[in-house]
T-cell receptor, first 118, second 115 residues
């Protein structure tokens, strides 16, 4: 059973460019969250997708957008890249829908995409 | 808003020493609490969790107890090994109607264990 996969592993872009990162969730998972982890910091929540719609969003500008496909995979797009966007971008998948009564379904993280903006 | 505060590192210990990494949180409602570990060059792995007050999460010799009265979830291990060297993140997630909200992380504590 494959876990969460992300591509590419590393990426180098220049300021002003646009980038697309991809995530395939763990088998049986239907919800995908994206996080940004700057060097030496904890991950920060960008947004979460469920049933192909953005369900929650963190404090990130509109330059960050996403998409979820019918097979539950997801993309993170960042436009007009800034130097400060350099970070490790993590994807996490969850199996929502069965949770209820306060139960918790674990979020599984992928290995991340290291984005460097020059 | 909800937040997590954990002790700053780095923490350097000798093998077989006792480990405590402090974590406190601020949240409305009844969050679930977690410790994640990140080994060099890798993504995050769930180490342990607790979903209600007084629950004790445990895994690989690590333990943490959900203390609602002190809003704490301190990580402990009785005897650390060199292989425990990693960055440890305390995190919480609020629950919305039974589904999982986003994870809110602390800044991380880097642990180095010397032989």
């Amino acid at each position: 059973d494959a876990g969460v996969t992300q591509s590419p592993t590393h990426l180098i872009k220049t300021r002003g460019q646009q980038v697309t990162l991809r995530c395939s969730p763990k088998s049986g998972h239907d919800t995908v969250s994206w996080y940004q982890q700057a060097l030496g910091q904890g991950p920060q929540f960008i947004f979460q997708y469920y049933e192909e719609e953005e369900r929650q969003r963190g404090n990130f500008p509109d330059r960050f957008s996403g998409h979820q496909f019918p097979n539950y995979s997801s993309e993170l797009n960042v436009n007009a890249l800034l130097l400060g966007d350099s970070a490790l971008y993590l994807c996490a998948s969850i199996r929502t829908g069965l949770a209820g009564g306060g139960s918790y379904n674990e979020q599984f993280f992928g290995p991340g995409t290291r984005l460097t903006v020059l | 808003g909800d937040s997590v505060t954990q002790m700053e590192g780095p923490v350097t210990l000798s093998e077989e020493a006792f480990l405590t990494i402090n974590c406190t949180y601020t949240a409305t409602g009844y969050p679930s609490l977690f410790w994640y570990v990140q080994y060099p060059g890798e993504g995050l792995q769930l180490l342990l969790k607790a979903t209600k007050a007084d629950d004790k999460g445990s895994n690989k010799g690590f333990e943490a107890t959900y203390r609602k009265e002190t809003t704490s979830f301190h990580l402990e291990k009785g005897s650390v090994q060199v292989s425990d060297s990693a960055v440890y993140f305390c995190a919480l997630t609020p629950l919305y109607g039974g589904s999982q909200g986003n994870l809110i992380f602390g800044k991380g504590t880097k642990l180095s264990v010397k032989p």
